[in-house]
């Protein structure tokens, strides 16, 4: 099969061609049709995770798929062959199997069935950003009438953030830049806010929200230096998905925190893909490459110039 794999340590990926993995107690091999790219997959490709948890290469890259099932192995009753699915591969030593391949090995815990009226694109788009976007939502416990600020509201996991926060009768507060405004609005934000302007963004929403923000969802800092504690208001909230949320920086500051483990299992996937296939979540993909292009998806993720999802083509 084809796949978009790591051939070892400290290579750059390659389309190469891989023995089809072969069905387990608890999985569920999935013929591709279309698979998503998430931050997470340059962390793996660089061996940034490495000393975190073993890796086996080759590393086929991708966690998340949309595909027809092939065949499951002993203990899976929930799918079957022939059926179309989407899903994830969660993370368990060693990190090898993945998703940007003509067949993918899952976990059946992670496998669920997809909605006939939602394309396998779309299906794609959904596990891991939209998990972590619902896991950040439900820690902040949003109540209608408060005020959101989500920092990196452009990327795949933002603008899933902004439509499930507007959902729940918040006002979203969302970054961007002027270019990404009527998207964002688009989405549900009620405002956006420049962050390239040279103005930081704490002092841009205070001066629309003098009192400060309810809640923040951040999904670029990798610090507590970089999230802008001051736009929020004392007794506010914070969500990192790059564990920046520290508690003592946050308890000095007056807030509470937590840092968000997104997990993709099938439990949290199919209402995701329920909504998508109503149209009260949209999967705001950006763009759709070629498995031969999926290294040029992963520069623009890399480079922060992503908007949206980025989806790969694997096969019909």
Not at 213 to 225: F, T
């Amino acid at each position: 099969m084809r796949a978009f794999n790591v051939p070892e340590p400290g290579a750059q990926p390659v389309v190469s061609d891989l023995p089809v993995p072969e069905v387990t107690e608890g999985t569920v091999l999935v013929r591709v049709h279309n698979a998503a790219l998430n931050a997470i997959d340059n962390a793996l490709a660089s061996g940034a995770m490495a000393e975190m948890m073993p890796h086996a290469y080759p590393l086929v890259l991708g966690r998340d798929a949309a595909g027809v099932v092939e065949a499951v192995g002993a203990g899976v009753d929930h799918v079957a062959a022939g059926d179309e699915v989407i899903g994830h591969i969660l993370l368990a030593p060693p990190i090898q199997a993945g998703t940007l391949a003509e067949y993918a090995l899952l976990p059946a815990a992670a496998v669920a069935a997809k909605p006939a009226g939602l394309d396998f694109a779309t299906a794609a788009a959904l596990p891991l950003a939209g998990t972590a976007a619902y896991a950040s939502v439900e820690a902040l416990d949003v109540q209608p009438g408060q005020v959101v600020l989500v920092v990196g509201a452009t990327g795949g996991v933002g603008s899933y953030a902004v439509q499930l926060l507007a959902a729940r009768g918040a006002t979203v507060v969302a970054t961007g830049t002027p270019a990404d405004a009527d998207r964002l609005t688009g989405l549900g934000a009620a405002r956006v806010v420049d962050h390239t302007s040279g103005t930081p963004v704490a002092d841009q929403v205070t001066t629309a929200y003098p009192d400060g923000v309810d809640a923040l969802i951040d999904l670029v800092s990798h610090s507590p230096d970089g999230l802008p504690l001051g736009a929020l208001r004392k007794g506010g909230k914070v969500a990192s998905t790059l564990n920046a949320a520290d508690e003592r920086v946050l308890a000095a500051a007056g807030l509470s925190g937590s840092n968000i483990m997104a997990t993709p299992v099938r439990e949290v996937i199919e209402p995701l893909a329920a909504q998508a296939a109503e149209g009260t979540v949209k999967a705001d993909i950006a763009t759709v490459l070629p498995l031969e292009q999926a290294a040029d998806g992963l520069a623009t993720l890399a480079a922060g110039h992503a908007r949206g999802k980025i989806i790969i083509n694997v096969g019909d």
